[in-house]
């Protein structure tokens, strides 16, 4: 998009998160005269994972979970990357991403979610399941009502985290297997303090 105005600031977005998203509508909005806005992401969607309870419980499709990242760019008038950012050089203001790519910046914001990596806790491996990536969990999720469905035996399941995203989870996942008819095996929701 061309700007009527002369480009003085570069604001890059790394992540598509649903901060950023909002960032970009408001931006389509109003946009800042005299500042181009970027926003690097791997790929051209975001779960929104705020809305992962109301899609374990049957709310949402798996596609309704997605913000549509280009889209939204578009409607900013912002650059959308495809690419991953790897590095910041904060004395040359420079993003590198995976491709090489640099990117100059005035202003930075990152929101590029949490890591669910849990390697210290043993067993995790072999019989858990994090919540993100958000198409990984969604997958295991609908193999585990399968085997419900099909009457198989079915362990216990446990949700680790007990505030409110992992309350919401839990009762979720209750929600959507008692509504479904089938056999709701035990539930725990495990919080350390």
């Known amino acids: 998009m061309n700007a009527p105005w002369p480009i003085t600031k570069e604001l890059v977005l790394i992540g598509g998160g649903h901060t950023h998203a909002l960032v970009l509508h408001t931006w389509g909005m109003k946009p800042l005269a005299g500042a181009r806005l970027t926003v690097i992401n791997p790929g051209a969607c975001a779960p929104y994972t705020g809305m992962l309870p109301g899609f374990i419980a049957g709310h949402y499709s798996r596609d309704e979970l997605d913000i549509d990242l280009v889209r939204l760019a578009r409607f900013a008038g912002a650059r959308f990357i495809d690419d991953r ?4 050089d904060r004395a040359a203001r420079l993003i590198t991403t995976q491709s090489g790519r640099q990117i ?4 930075a914001s990152l929101d590029v979610g949490i890591t669910s990596d849990m390697p210290k806790l043993d067993g995790f491996s072999t019989h858990g399941v994090p919540a993100k990536p958000l198409a990984v969990f969604a997958t295991k999720w609908a193999q585990l009502r399968d085997q419900i469905a099909e009457g198989k035996d079915v362990p216990a399941i446990a949700v680790i985290g007990g505030g409110v995203a992992g309350a919401e989870l839990a009762l979720a996942m209750h929600f959507s297997l008692f509504t479904s008819g089938r056999s709701v095996p035990k539930i725990t929701l495990i919080e350390y303090n």
């Open 85 to 88: 950012a790897v590095s910041i």
């Open 104 to 107: 100059a910046y005035d202003v």
